[in-house]
């Protein structure tokens, strides 16, 4: 599909017009290094000023590094604000083709840096973590690398992000299993690639291939999630595995290991919750990837609070 049509479509679906206002965020806000970024901030409705600071999430949405914008990640983001009591705020970066790698890295290291130096948000400094759908979780793996954030960060929550750009297509589609189904990704993700990937750029750069980040460059809690029949899946799994030196066990789907959480979602594709999964024309579809989706944020949320915002 034209990238170009779906730039002009993506703010219609996301508008309150067209989904309801209920998930919209608290206020918006930009910072003096990328003014034209706005990035959407949810306090939850419980929170009150004299009410102890919030642990920080920040969000990053996906969008194979060339479409979306913050707004497609509302009902995430209210959800994961108000139920689990959390100051989210939803991630803004400037999109290739105009911007390819690393421009999208460089400015949400940032964004990031100016949030955790605002004053004016109720957040504990002790209590930050960052993640992101798709392209938004390899850019949260891949500035949480950059020295001027180490330490600042504590955790990641990567829910099925690219993270080897070495591995050949054909091989990643191979690898899902047989009742997987068409994969939208092996159309969409060579012209992503193409957009995003500048010509002679090393594949193997931990920040376009986050799967060869150094576990030492990264926070010390890291929680990555896979979907069964998504081709990124098989990368991802990997990825987790080296980071938490841990060898695989026919039948486990979900694990932790020093440090490192790893989650397959069975039976479900790339962005099975996400925009696309509420496009679902069949209602009892449309209405169990939702409720799957829930429980994935569910988990990541009880694994922040329980190993991040401890």
């Given at each position: 599909?034209?990238?170009?049509?779906?730039?002009?479509?993506?703010?219609?679906?996301?508008?309150p017009?067209?989904?309801?206002?209920a998930?919209l965020?608290?206020?918006?806000?930009?910072?003096p290094?990328?003014?034209?970024?706005?990035?959407?901030?949810?306090?939850?409705?419980?929170y009150k000023?004299?009410?102890?600071?919030?642990?920080?999430?920040?969000?990053?949405?996906?969008?194979?590094?060339?479409?979306?914008?913050?707004?497609?990640?509302?009902?995430?983001?209210?959800?994961?604000?108000?139920?689990?009591?959390?100051?989210?705020?939803?991630?803004?970066?400037?999109?290739?083709?105009?911007?390819?790698?690393?421009?999208?890295?460089?400015?949400?290291?940032?964004?990031?840096?100016?949030?955790?130096?605002?004053?004016?948000?109720?957040?504990?400094r002790?209590?930050?973590?960052?993640?992101?759908?798709?392209?938004?979780?390899n850019?949260?793996?891949?500035?949480?690398?950059?020295?001027?954030?180490?330490?600042?960060?504590?955790?990641?929550?990567?829910?099925?992000?690219?993270?080897?750009?070495?591995?050949?297509?054909?091989?990643?589609?191979?690898?899902?299993?047989?009742?997987a189904?068409?994969?939208?990704?092996?159309?969409?993700?060579?012209?992503f690639?193409?957009?995003?990937?500048?010509?002679?750029?090393?594949?193997?750069?931990?920040?376009?291939?986050?799967?060869?980040?150094?576990?030492?460059?990264?926070?010390?809690?890291?929680?990555?999630?896979?979907?069964?029949?998504?081709?990124?899946?098989?990368?991802?799994?990997?990825m987790?595995?080296?980071?938490?030196?841990?060898?695989?066990?026919?039948?486990?789907?979900?694990?932790?290991?020093?440090?490192?959480?790893?989650?397959?979602v069975?039976?479900?594709?790339?962005?099975f919750?996400?925009?696309?999964?509420?496009?679902?024309r069949?209602?009892?579809?449309r209405?169990?990837?939702?409720?799957?989706?829930?429980?994935?944020?569910?988990?990541?949320?009880?694994?922040?609070?329980?190993?991040?915002?401890?």
């Amino acid at each position: 599909m034209d990238t170009t049509f779906m730039r002009m479509v993506i703010p219609i679906l996301t508008s309150p017009y067209i989904r309801g206002r209920a998930s919209l965020p608290t206020f918006t806000k930009s910072y003096p290094s990328h003014p034209s970024l706005t990035h959407r901030v949810f306090i939850p409705p419980s929170y009150k000023s004299d009410d102890a600071p919030l642990p920080l999430y920040l969000s990053i949405h996906g969008g194979g590094f060339v479409l979306g914008n913050p707004a497609g990640d509302d009902p995430f983001c209210h959800h994961f604000s108000k139920i689990h009591n959390l100051l989210v705020i939803s991630l803004d970066y400037p999109k290739a083709p105009s911007y390819p790698f690393p421009s999208a890295t460089n400015a949400l290291i940032d964004t990031v840096a100016a949030i955790l130096n605002d004053e004016s948000l109720p957040f504990d400094r002790s209590k930050v973590a960052i993640g992101g759908f798709s392209a938004g979780g390899n850019l949260s793996l891949s500035l949480a690398q950059d020295p001027s954030l180490r330490g600042k960060i504590h955790g990641i929550c990567a829910f099925y992000p690219p993270c080897n750009f070495v591995t050949p297509i054909s091989v990643s589609l191979a690898a899902r299993p047989a009742n997987a189904g068409p994969d939208a990704l092996k159309n969409m993700g060579p012209l992503f690639n193409y957009a995003y990937i500048p010509p002679e750029t090393d594949l193997c750069d931990p920040r376009l291939s986050v799967a060869y980040a150094k576990r030492e460059d990264l926070p010390e809690k890291i929680c990555v999630v896979g979907c069964e029949f998504d081709m990124l899946c098989y990368d991802a799994e990997l990825m987790a595995e080296r980071w938490a030196g841990k060898e695989r066990k026919e039948g486990e789907y979900v694990w932790e290991k020093d440090g490192v959480r790893w989650e397959k979602v069975l039976e479900v594709v790339h962005g099975f919750e996400s925009m696309d999964g509420r496009q679902e024309r069949d209602n009892v579809k449309r209405e169990k990837n939702l409720e799957r989706g829930r429980k994935m944020w569910d988990d990541a949320a009880e694994w922040l609070h329980r190993e991040v915002y401890r």
